[in-house]
């Protein structure tokens, strides 16, 4: 996972929007340190989930990441409450547990779905481009291992 993530931050620019779906251990926090990683913004990328949102600024002239854990949001009025929307097109926003929540931020989206392949350490992924920024081939070249 976060192999992949480091190949999807060196994809990224401000204004993306990347929402992951997956249970409990599925990678979702590993994927988003990866990520970080590839953006270049200082760490270490851990998971918000008490916090609920997290600002990582860059190191170097990239983007910041907003990396956010909306488990615990109850609806989309706690994710308006976020103002999520301020930062987005400035900053690369990943969202851990959004589906169905933060979809209306943005017409452009990265759909990533992840699941644990039985009791072993891989990982199936899906990853869905939404909207025009992603209408090209940009991602069929990153494939998960």
Do not use: C, Q
Request: aromatic share 4%; no cysteine; charged share 20%.
């Amino acid at each position: 996972m976060h192999s992949l993530g480091l190949a999807l931050g060196g994809l990224l620019r401000a204004g993306d929007l990347v929402v992951l779906t997956g249970g409990l251990g599925a990678g979702k926090t590993t994927l988003t340190r990866g990520i970080g990683e590839g953006l270049g913004v200082r760490g270490p990328v851990t998971s918000p989930t008490f916090v609920i949102a997290r600002v990582h600024p860059p190191l170097a002239g990239g983007p910041p990441l907003v990396h956010v854990d909306a488990y615990r949001l109850g609806g989309f009025a706690e994710v308006d409450d976020l103002d999520l929307d301020a930062d987005l097109a400035a900053a690369v926003t990943v969202v851990e547990w959004g589906e169905g929540l933060v979809e209306g931020l943005a017409e452009d989206r990265l759909e990533v779905r992840m699941s644990r392949v039985g009791d072993t350490e891989s990982r199936d992924v899906t990853i869905t481009g939404v909207g025009g920024r992603w209408a090209g081939s940009e991602l069929n070249g990153i494939v998960p291992d």
